[in-house]
C-alpha cells in the first residue's frame, strides 16, 4: 500500500506538531513559528514486541558488563577535553555556532588531522574544491580524509557503504534532506527525520558523528530542540568576530564534564589551540593602570589569570549607565548595590563600564572580587600593583564567599609570578599555605581587601 501522505503544522522553534496553524506556539511560546509541512505515514501499526527485534532483558546495574571505553584521540587537546577525554565510539556530536565562526574550519582540520582513520568530510554547503582550498590554507593533507559535496540522505548512505569511515563529517544538518519526507531541506520534519536515520548508524555501526548545525540569531541552535535531546554531546563554538580567539564550550555531554571549554585562536592558517590561556589574558601592559585587576579563575578543571578592565567616570547625563562585555550586567548591577549600601562607596551616580579581556565569557562566581577591586580602582583613580591577583565571590552583605578549587587557583597565580592573591578566609581551612611561596591574604569583607591595598 503506498504511503498515505498528509500535512501538519511545525513549530520552527521548538518541533512542536499541530494539526492546524496557530499563531503562538503553545509549548515554547514564540510567535509565527509553525510552518506547513509534508508528512509520510507509514501505516505500519506496531504492537509492543512485534517489532522483529528481540527485546532487551532488564538486568541488575551490577550485572551490566562495560567493557573500557574506548576513545578516538582527535589530536586537538582542547577538543578532547571539552569532549571528556577523546571521541566516544558511535556518539553524535553536534557543534553550533554563528556563521563565519570557524565550524567548518574545525572539523575539517580534525578530519586532516586524524592520519590513521578514514574521515568522509560531507558537505552541503561548499564545493569539494572549496573544501580544498580551505585545506591548502590549513596547510595539511592526509590521503584518508574523502570530501563529498552532498545532500541527500540516500545518497550519503551510499558513499558510507562505499568508503567505509571510521569518522563521519556532516556540514551542516541543516543541508541534508532524505526522499521519505517531502519538506524542504533545514525544515523541522527533515532535521529530525535525517538526524534519527544518522543516530541510527552510529549507533549500530560505531562510527562517531560530527553534525555541524547553524544557529538562529537569537543563539540558539536552528532546528527543533529535539535535535539537542537526540544528540549525546552538544558543543558551542563561540567567540566575537572581532577577537580572534573562539571558545569551545560542551552544554550537553553524555561523557563528560559540561564545565569544560576549550580555547582557540584563529590564525591566517587555521586554528590553534591556546593550551596556557593566562598568557593570552593578561595585558602585556608594562606600567600599571586604573582599573584593572586579575582574578584567578577557574573553567572547568582548567585554572587562568584574567584581566578585568573597569571604567568609572561621572554620568554626563542624568541616569547612569552600566555596561559590561564577557560578564552578567546583572550581577554587576548586584555587586554596585553591594558596594554602595554595604561598603558605603558612592557609585550610584557614576557610569561604570566592565570589560572581561579576550571578549572571553566567565562563568566562574569568583571573578567577583577582581569586579569590584576594578571598579573601586578606576573610581579613584588609583592603580593596583601588577604582581597582585584576586579570587572570591562576594554575598549581598560584601562578606567574601569562599571559591572552589582554591589550591589550583594559588598554584596558577603562582606560577605566572603573582606575589600576592587575596582570597576568602573562609577558604583557610584545610589550606596548607607553607607549600606556597606566593603571599595569600585571607579576607572576608570588601572593606578589608579596600583597606589593605588602597589605603596604606
Ligand atoms: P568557517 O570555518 O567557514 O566558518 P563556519 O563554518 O562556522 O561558517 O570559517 C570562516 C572564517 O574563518 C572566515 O571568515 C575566514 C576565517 N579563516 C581564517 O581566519 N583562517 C583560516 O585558516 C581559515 C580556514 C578561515
Ligand atoms: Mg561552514
Redesign the pocket.
Known sequence: MPPKTKTAFFCQNCGVESPKWVGKCPSCGEWNTFVEEVIVKTNNKQTVGSNGQTPNKPQKISDIETSEEKRYDTQNNELNRVLGGGLVPGSMVLIG??????????ALQIALNLKNHTTLYISGEESAQQIKL?GN??NSDNDRCLIVSETSMENIFSHIKNTKPDILVI?SIQTLGTQVVESAPGSVSQIRECTAQLLRFAKESSVPVLL?GHITKDGNLAGPKILEHIVDTVLQ?EGDQNHMYRILRATKNRFGSTSEMGIYE??????REVSNPSELLLSSNEESLSGVAISASMEGMRPFLIEVQALVSTAAYGTPQRSSTGFDLRRLNMLLAVLEKRAGFRIGTKDVFLNIAGGIKVNDPAIDLAVIIAVLSSSMDISLPKEVCFAGEIGLSSEIRPVNRIDQRISEAEKLGFKHIFIPKNNSKGLDTSKFKIKIHFVSKVGQVFQTLFKQ
Do not use: Q, V, W
Not at 97 to 106: A, D, F, N, Q, V
Open positions: 555556532g554563528e556563521p563565519g565562526i570557524g565550524k567548518s574550519t574545525l580551505r590554507r590549513l556540514d555541524i563554538f584563529m590564525r591566517s592558517n587555521g586554528l
